[in-house]
């Protein structure tokens, strides 16, 4: 539940947003004040915080903005783990509003609750459908709780998928899981329902699943979930005695021809229909329109893509991910589209929005393959020493690297490449850089 946006109201005091959660609904300049005040107490994680949150959580009201803000005055409290509000949060898991009870069982886990109380309470809660059992599996998961594996068990066949994901996950921890069971955590990745598609990765994540990671790289998720699972499944001591790097440069290469679609055309569609397609929230419609697109004469699909990058995609990260990658599956572009498609690819290596981080890297090897001159340029300043702090980014240019012939290598290259062996914080980019003086 932690964010990249705590600290967006910069401009307000601890004693301000403090002042707020003390205030009438009536006195407020906004109802969300509330909910903007709660977020932002995160930043100030001391007694003054926790003690003006658990006293808004003693604040009995039906107002909206007052339940709302209460929801996430518990996650807060979770996250800063505030040992002092446990009993507040505690009592929160009787709440009738489902949202309430999950956030408090989310931070009970954080806060590794060793009451007994609250242990039975959250696994009864376990027979209530209407509760997010999900959650609720995964905190008594992470609590070690010996009763609560009778409930895993028979949860492992439950019609939702989520549930019995978790369930199998829980289990996997304890090594009470079939390889047939395991094997379901594969089957989840490439169900219709896209979240229950990103729940089957953190529940191969949660099962230590390593052998799971091919099917991971081929299911039709946004690249974010494979790197989450790549992160977490393949580490220093897999990386180096196995050989998982084809994996890692898979899901940075991300062919679409090399992902598992569940939608299906049964024609050839129109340049605009398929680009219109990229935009789609589920990104198995988003990589079949990709399939259909890298086929496409660049001549015809520029003035389409041209218009959709000016109106849309360059402000719609999902659309500007797979923008990224089309410039350099497509090797028809018209010779007036070239200067633009450059200047996009550019602008896109060092776009820093947050929510565009997924773009640099594929964008650097775009430009790597449609303007290897350009690319050798770029090289100047990841050779300068600047530090680059998304290791995403280091790995895509020395992935980059490999796509260029010898001869544009700047001679700097090898001396660069030794020094990130020997210096690089993540084990994946020096074992590329090793790869590469093998190269």
């Known amino acids: ?13 601890q004693a301000a947003a403090l002042t707020i959660l003390t205030s009438r609904v009536e006195e407020l300049d906004s109802k969300s004040d509330f909910y903007m005040a709660v977020s932002h107490l995160i930043n100030f994680p001391n007694e003054e915080t926790v003690d003006g949150l658990i006293g808004f959580l003693q604040v009995v009201s039906q107002e909206q903005s007052v339940v709302l803000a209460q929801r996430k005055a518990v996650e807060v409290l979770g996250r800063l783990c505030s040992k002092e509000a446990e009993q507040v949060i505690g009592r929160c898991l009787g709440s009738k509003d ?17 009451d007994r109380n609250m242990h039975l309470k959250m696994i009864a809660l376990l027979s209530d459908l209407s509760q997010n059992r999900r959650v609720l599996i995964q905190t008594l998961s992470s609590l070690g709780l010996a009763e609560a594996q009778p409930e895993f068990i028979h949860l492992t066949s439950d019609d939702v998928p989520s549930v019995a994901g978790a369930a199998i996950a829980s289990l996997a921890k304890l090594g009470l899981v079939s390889d047939e069971q395991l094997s379901k955590l594969s089957d989840h990745l490439f169900l219709p329902n896209q979240m229950d598609r990103q729940s089957a990765v953190q529940d191969i994540i949660d099962a230590q699943a390593v052998g799971l990671m091919p099917d991971v790289v081929k299911a039709p998720i946004s690249p974010a ?3 989450r699972a ?4 393949l580490d220093d001591h897999f990386l180096s005695s196995h ?17 598992i679609v569940l939608h299906h055309y049964d024609c050839t569609h129109e340049p605009a229909f398929l680009v219109e397609e990229l935009f789609c929230p589920d990104f198995s419609r988003c990589y079949l329109a990709m399939q259909q697109l890298m086929h496409c004469e660049g001549q015809l699909i520029w003035p389409v893509l041209k218009q959709a990058w000016i109106d849309r995609a360059h402000n719609d990260y999902g659309a500007h991910y797979f923008f990224m990658h089309l410039f350099r599956l497509i090797h028809s572009w018209p010779v007036e589209s070239l200067s633009d498609i450059k200047e996009i690819l550019l602008d896109a290596i060092n776009d820093r929005r947050p929510q565009f981080r997924k773009s640099p890297p594929a964008a650097l090897l775009s430009l790597a393959i449609c303007f290897p001159h350009s690319f050798a340029q770029q090289l100047d300043s990841f050779f300068s020493g600047n530090k680059i702090p998304s290791w995403q980014k280091r790995f895509a240019y020395l992935q980059a690297i490999g796509l260029l012939q010898k001869s544009l290598w700047p001679d700097i290259t090898q001396s660069f490449l030794e020094q990130l062996i020997d210096t690089d ?5 020096r074992l590329k850089a090793q790869y590469l003086l093998q190269f």
């Open 225 to 227: 979930f494979k790197i």
């Open 425 to 429: 914080p993540e084990e994946i980019v």
């Open 230 to 233: 790549l992160k977490s499944l």
């Open 98 to 114: 489902v949202y309430m009870v999950e956030n408090a069982v989310w931070a009970l886990g954080q806060l590794a609750t060793q």
């Open 243 to 259: 050989d998982a790097m084809p994996l890692v440069q898979k899901i940075f290469q991300d062919n679409p021809e090399e992902t």
């Open 1 to 13: 539940m932690s964010g990249e946006f705590d600290n967006i109201h910069q401009g307000l005091s």
